[in-house]
């Protein structure tokens, strides 16, 4: 990396600008308690940017990266991979360091990271990350314009994730939910579409390309998850320079049961209709007509986007604001996930293709 790689620096005494979600049930008093009474937070003028909508959090999270960017502060993005993806790439695009306060369901970027699940505690170390000016670069992938941290998807996982929705908003934001949810929606009548890649991969100096026919494509950029799934290729990912490619061949609905529940148990690698590899950049368009627009699920979230759609991994590195020291624990006896927005995760499973 060069310095010019670097992003701006954020004072150590500087404001901090966090960047809370609109989650329905969600206490943003008793949050807004627990963080100011961190001692360390009061040595600084903390500005909350909460959205009065779901959607806005966008445009509020390019505010509070640019307002960072003008009063040398660091924004923080406190909630799950969703509120994370739009911080980080607001703070991308602005050239300022992110900080991560975890309170999501599943949490895979800040375990990846070994950050404190306990927002205190989360706080306390960013805090002193800061102060200590402790900067870590973060591989981050691109699809057209649009950035993830975790993964980026198109055909089955985008479907889950909308029954993943419904369900929460019945039965609330467990691990649970968003399994049976899960299975539940590959029994429900759809459409299923052919999807044409064209990957681009490395074999020693000179670049190659392959063509796939599939009916979901998985693009993954967190290890931790990755080797939840099974796959040799979050090793790839951990060392840099390549996404993980995760693509299911057509097949019929008990079969793709069988394979959501061998991502669960961390079998992936055994399934005979999945065809796993790592590449630098990879292309996907609709196999026989193309519609104007087609459903994409990144790190939890969803957006229609106009294919074809380009992979790619980020020209620099993200850079999150983290103490120097820290180390990954992901037992589930380490992972004591914080409640105080309502959500109150379980134990973590052994796989991980469930939405993050």
Not at 205 to 214: G, I, S
């Amino acid at each position: 990396m060069t310095p010019s790689d670097q992003p701006y620096p954020a004072r150590p005494h500087g404001p901090i600008h966090l960047v809370v979600p609109k989650r329905p049930g969600a206490d943003l008093d008793l949050l807004r308690a627990k963080l100011e009474g961190v001692p360390a937070l009061q040595e600084h003028d903390v500005v909350w940017h909460v959205p009065d909508q779901r959607g806005d959090i966008v445009q509020l999270a390019r505010d509070a990266a640019e307002a960072a960017l003008a009063d040398g502060g660091l924004v923080v993005a406190a909630g799950g991979d969703g509120t994370i993806n739009a911080v980080a790439s607001a703070a991308l695009l602005a050239g300022v360091p992110l900080g991560v306060v975890p309170m999501g369901t599943f949490n895979y970027f800040s375990r990846e990271h070994g950050l404190a699940l306990d927002p205190e505690t989360a706080v306390q170390d960013l805090l002193q990350a800061l102060r200590e000016g402790d900067l870590r670069p973060v591989q981050v992938g691109f699809v057209n314009r649009r950035m993830f941290v975790v993964n980026a998807s198109v055909g089955l996982y985008p479907k889950l994730l909308a029954e993943r929705e419904k369900a929460s908003r019945r039965f609330g934001r467990t691990r649970w939910v968003a399994v049976v949810s899960a299975v539940w929606s590959l029994f429900r009548p759809s459409a299923g579409r052919r999807w044409r890649v064209l990957m681009k991969t490395h074999r020693g100096a000179e670049a190659q390309q392959e063509e796939h026919l599939v009916t979901t494509l998985f693009v993954g950029n967190n290890p931790l998850q990755l080797d939840r799934m099974g796959l040799p290729q979050a090793q790839m990912v951990a060392d840099g320079g390549k996404l993980a490619v995760i693509m299911l061949k057509p097949q019929g609905r008990w079969a793709i049961a069988r394979t959501v529940w061998n991502a669960a148990t961390g079998q992936l690698h055994k399934d005979n209709a999945v065809v796993s590899m790592a590449c630098s950049e990879l292309t996907v368009t609709p196999a026989s007509w193309r519609p104007p627009q087609v459903k994409l699920a990144f790190d939890g979230e969803r957006e229609w986007m106009a294919p074809p759609l380009h992979f790619r991994l980020s020209d620099r590195p993200l850079w999150l604001m983290a103490p120097s020291n820290l180390n990954r624990e992901d037992s589930p006896e380490a992972q004591q996930a914080a409640d105080v927005m309502g959500v109150t995760p379980e134990p973590v499973a052994a796989g991980g293709l469930m939405p993050a």
